[in-house]
């Protein structure tokens, strides 16, 4: 068995450590699940999670969560989980810290690739 | 597929909702997991969770987890993962808030059951 962690997590002052928005970064593990914490603003693309729900925590700001048929808005210490397989496009006005809640190996943009796909995996 | 759910989730309101102190209630779901907002103050009993991490979230307060040997403070905004299998007692001096994330069907009290034990799968 592995010592004895006894060290609890500050989320806002790991979420202080973050280099750049866009870019979550593993800050603890629960069986096969990550919490990441991550710095948005503005618009991410259009993408969805195809075999898993996806839990998003606002810890400083407002988010909202465009679908294709709707929106979700939340503000700080606000909690909303984006169903498996629901396309879904975050978005920002102002910087906003969340705390994202999901299967190891998720990648941010889902299936669909390209420049905005960040590294996965990388803990803080 | 059921409909959108476009509603957020304030933690603290849903807290406020609570009747009583140490009666876990579900919040969300993700996959198999549940989000559960609970209020303590005291001790609880020594148990474990055989087959699962649990994480404790303080939304608002101060907790104790006490491990047979060490422990671990968590403040507001923090966060901590008591590992599969590990034995821990929750202590609060004064009335502490939190979110509990762990897979649906975990016991508050592991497998000690007793007079402790909650209610389980109750939503709020």
Known sequence: MNPLNTQSINLLHKVSLLNEQWSPRVVAEMNDY???VVRIQGEFIWHCHAETDETFLVLDGNLR????DGHVLLGTGELYVVAKGVEHKPY???????????????LNTGHEGGERTAQNDVWI
Chains 1, 2 share one sequence.
């Open 65 to 68: 969560i465009d679908f294709r």
């Open 92 to 106: 920002a006005e102002h910087e906003v810290k969340l705390l994202l809640i999901e299967p190891r190996g998720v």
């Open 34 to 36: 990550q919490f990441k």
